[in-house]
T-cell receptor, first 116, second 109 residues
Framework: EPEVTQTPSHQVTQMGQEVILRCVPI?????FYWYRQILGQKVEFLVS????????KSEIFDDQFSVERPDGSNFTLKIRSTKLEDSAMYFC??????????????FGPGTRLLVL | DAKTTQPPSMDCAEGRAANLPCNHS???????VYWYRQIHSQGPQYIIH???NNETNEMASLIITEDRKSSTLILPHATLRDTAVYYC??????????FGKGTRLHILP
């Protein structure tokens, strides 16, 4: 069964460093998403991406964040200068984008980011 | 904010049916009811969704009331591996998912 994959599973970085989180969405999917979950809190939407551009972003997704689909299979989230409060689980999701009102998002296993 | 209301926690004996309720009294006519679960910090796992008819798949059944203001997710024979946080979500199309706090389901041996 096709699934969303994410790398790395864990990332430790120093405050101020850049990190890139990688996702491989399900191959025929057209919509891509990033969510995050700070420990003990709710899963929060960050950004959605369709047709090579951002379709929606939350208040969390400020200028320090960017997304890219560098090739036909990868979808990346870059945090330019990490802060302590960026420590969280980051989940990638994808959906087909062809089912109209009925779109199911499938999530990857997540990347646990720890900023020291 | 999430458009659904769920009990914060529930217990269920292993082997019994787990019935998880959800209220979504402000659901719009074109919004679907989706259920996901999250097992201890893993990625949310899709379970089932429906519009107005009851639905069943290999994981669960979804019962939606006729007025669509509430629904129940049924896990027919709960196992210890079903211990998770269960999220009831209403959405349409490619909308982002707004997660609430969900119901923490404990399966008791």
């Amino acid at each position: 069964e096709p699934e969303v994959t994410q790398t790395p599973s864990h990332q430790v970085t120093q405050m101020g460093q850049e990190v890139i989180l990688r996702c491989v969405p399900i191959s025929n999917h057209l919509y891509f998403y990033w969510y995050r979950q700070i420990l003990g809190q709710k899963v929060e939407f960050l950004v959605s991406f369709y047709n090579n551009e951002i379709s929606e972003k939350s208040e969390i997704f400020d200028d320090q964040f960017s997304v890219e689909r560098p090739d036909g299979s990868n979808f990346t989230l870059k945090i330019r200068s990490t802060k302590l409060e960026d420590s969280a689980m980051y989940f990638c999701a994808s959906s087909e984008g062809t089912s109209g009102r009925e779109e199911t998002q499938y999530f990857g296993p997540g990347t646990r980011l720890l900023v020291l | 904010d999430a458009k659904t209301t769920q009990p914060p926690s529930m217990d269920c004996a292993e082997g019994r049916a787990a019935n998880l309720p959800c209220n979504h009294s402000t659901i719009s006519g074109n919004e679907y009811v989706y259920w996901y679960r999250q097992i201890h910090s893993q990625g949310p796992q899709y379970i089932i969704h429906g519009l107005k008819n009851n639905e069943t798949n290999e994981m669960a059944s979804l019962i939606i009331t006729e007025d669509r203001k509430s629904s129940t997710l049924i896990l027919p024979h709960a196992t210890l591996r079903d211990t998770a946080v269960y999220y009831c979500i209403v959405r349409v199309g490619d909308d982002k998912i707004i997660f609430g706090k969900g119901t923490r389901l404990h399966i008791l041996p």
